[in-house]
């Protein structure tokens, strides 16, 4: 059991991450690779990445060089692959990471090779050798590429429709009642946040806040980091609704049928996060005609929905802010003849 104290500072400086942290995917991403858990609802995107990782080759440098650092069946792997700067995207965390002081590489290694065993390569990269940090960047920027990437813009839309919902519980209640939201995973009976851990362990805040962190690849239990002492985070499963496709190209030119007025509307309106109710008074049709056009939407790829409560909260995924940013240029520069 994992427990996590706070203060009412504490309190006051939580916050849910905007988007999907690219390195804590690529270390749960391993975990679905390899691991049992998650087995049925990963195996098709298991076995596409799998393909596309032997493909370009990547399988050996999966085993070779990420596998022995997220080692399949434990319950630790180095908080050193997943620092802070993941948020700002893959290549700066990618370089936070190959930035880490050799002293804490050396802890954090230490401590692996008393769980499960730190593999040859990785010693030279307490040692400040160059090939090491290569192989490390290589690995993890490859795998990204092959095995998450081709994703990424489902995964936020997810994210995204995460964040809507949660975001309302906060309106509506406050960070107690954000908190509370996350049953039955996560209980929350202030000030103490509890959760199943393979550790019993209890961690103060004292201050420091924590960052909600949304998760595609996350199952099961939320995922703290290994170190107390660090600035916070606790990684957590969002929904999902539905395995990962592979992405939908989008067309050259914007559909009719589906950039009419009123579900190009619609479309603008979920940016922000609106229920089906907030769509049909916004714009003056039934609420059953709301849903028609937001089944034409979520199947086109362009918005999520997600229940919360007695409402389906509807957002934009990447692909429908893309499409309605291309339509914006369309109509400031018009094609010549």
């Not at 009642?177 to 550790?199: C, Q």
Request: charged content about 25%; glycine content about 10%.
């Amino acid at each position: 059991m994992l427990r996590i104290h706070f203060t009412d500072e504490d309190l006051a400086r939580t916050c849910i991450a905007p988007t999907a942290d690219p390195l804590w995917e690529i270390a749960l991403s391993m975990f679905r690779l390899a691991g049992r858990n998650g087995r049925g609802s990963f195996a098709a995107w298991r076995g596409r990445a799998r393909h596309d990782l032997a493909r370009r080759d990547g399988l050996g440098m999966v085993r070779r060089v990420l596998s022995p650092l997220f080692p399949a069946g434990s319950s630790y792997f180095p908080d050193f692959l997943t620092p802070p700067d993941g948020a700002h995207g893959l290549g700066a965390g990618v370089d936070a990471v190959l930035s880490t002081p050799r002293a804490l590489l050396r802890r954090e290694l230490d401590k692996l090779a008393t769980r499960t065993g730190t593999p040859s390569w990785a010693w030279g990269l307490a040692d400040g050798r160059v090939d090491a940090f290569h192989h490390l960047r290589d690995a993890m920027c490859g795998y990204f590429d092959a095995a998450v990437a081709p994703y990424w813009s489902e995964i936020q839309g997810m994210v995204d429709a995460d964040r809507a919902r949660r975001g309302r519980a906060f309106l509506d209640g406050g960070v107690g009642h954000l908190l509370a939201g996350f049953r039955p995973v996560i209980r929350w009976r202030p000030p103490v946040l509890s959760m199943d851990h393979p550790v019993d362990r209890d961690v103060r805040l004292d201050g420091r806040g924590l960052v909600l962190i949304p998760s595609y690849f996350c199952w099961g239990a939320p995922v703290p980091l290994a170190d107390p002492d660090l600035p916070q985070v606790l990684v957590y499963p969002i929904e999902r609704d539905h395995p990962l496709a592979m992405p939908k190209e989008p067309s050259g030119r914007p559909d009719a049928r589906l950039l009419g007025p009123t579900r190009a509307a619609i479309l603008r309106a979920a940016v922000d996060g609106a229920t089906t109710g907030e769509l049909a008074r916004r714009h003056g049709i039934s609420p059953s005609g709301v849903s028609q056009h937001t089944q034409v939407l979520r199947e086109a790829g362009l918005i999520v929905s997600r229940r919360s409560g007695g409402h389906v909260i509807h957002t934009v995924t990447p692909l429908g802010v893309a499409l309605l940013t291309s339509c914006r240029s369309m109509r400031r520069e018009p094609f010549a003849d």
